[in-house]
């Protein structure tokens, strides 16, 4: 029997990255910042926390303000807190790109609102799903979003463990949004590292969260490089 000429590659599934900078040194912020975009980055997401929807406290409106000088990399926001459509004109002024809200911090009426007013500013509207919240309860904010994040970890703090069981969410949506025609990025957020990003991707993930994975690793390009491709 002849044996193939080539043999076949491995498909290879690319993704973007977004380092959190929730495992930065604060004190040496804007150094970090600056990094991420040397080092390769495509986002530079950014967890605001209230300390009500999350037990966590993190930056606000003014940090965001002056990180957006900092970076020419997409600001993506990602709103951990309470109602979050008191706060969309301010975080969208002070220069963020993607806007995300938890669908579980308000209203279904309130969220599509802000998802409106968010698209309205110029700006990309996405919403987040907790580990909890199942993919059906997306489809309502299908029409109004760019993209969604699918939290990997309770939402609140960095450096905690994957949950891969969250990877059949991932593909239940990715297949929902196809069957709707609906063109929307996939982002996975919580514990993505450089074993448990294959299985992000794999699943359909179009972005990649990732804080102290990124922050840890002692070649930092080499790491972005291994999550885009
Ligand atoms: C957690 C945040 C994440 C956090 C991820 O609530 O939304 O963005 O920074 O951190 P790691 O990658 O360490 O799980
Ligand atoms: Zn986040």
């Known amino acids: 029997m002849m044996k193939p000429k080539f043999k076949k590659k491995e498909a290879v599934i690319m993704a973007k990255i977004a380092p959190s900078i929730l495992s930065a040194d604060f004190m040496n912020l804007e150094r970090d910042i600056r990094a991420i975009e040397k080092n390769g980055g495509d986002y530079v997401h950014i967890d605001v926390m209230d300390g009500n929807f999350v037990p966590n406290i993190t930056f606000g409106v003014p940090v965001v303000k002056a990180v957006r000088p900092v970076t020419s990399l997409p600001l993506d926001v990602h709103l951990m807190i309470d109602r979050p459509i008191r706060y969309v004109d301010a975080f969208c002024n002070a220069g963020a790109d993607y806007l995300t809200l938890h669908i579980e911090a308000d209203t279904q009426e309130n969220t599509i609102s802000a998802l409106k007013r968010i698209a309205a500013l110029g700006k990309a509207p996405a919403i987040s799903l907790k580990p909890g919240t199942p993919a059906e309860a ?86 972005v490089k291994m999550i885009q491709s």
């Open 138 to 223: 997306a489809i309502p904010y299908f029409p109004y979003c760019s993209m969604i994040l699918v939290m990997t970890v309770e939402p609140g703090f960095g450096g905690q463990k994957f949950m891969a069981d969250m990877m059949p969410k991932l593909r239940r949506l990715r297949s929902l949004l196809t069957e709707g025609g609906f063109d929307c990025l996939l982002e996975v957020d919580g514990g993505v590292d450089s074993t448990t990003a294959s299985q992000c991707k794999e699943s359909g993930a179009d972005i990649l969260v990732t804080g102290s994975a990124y922050f840890k690793a002692p070649d930092k390009p080499e790491f």
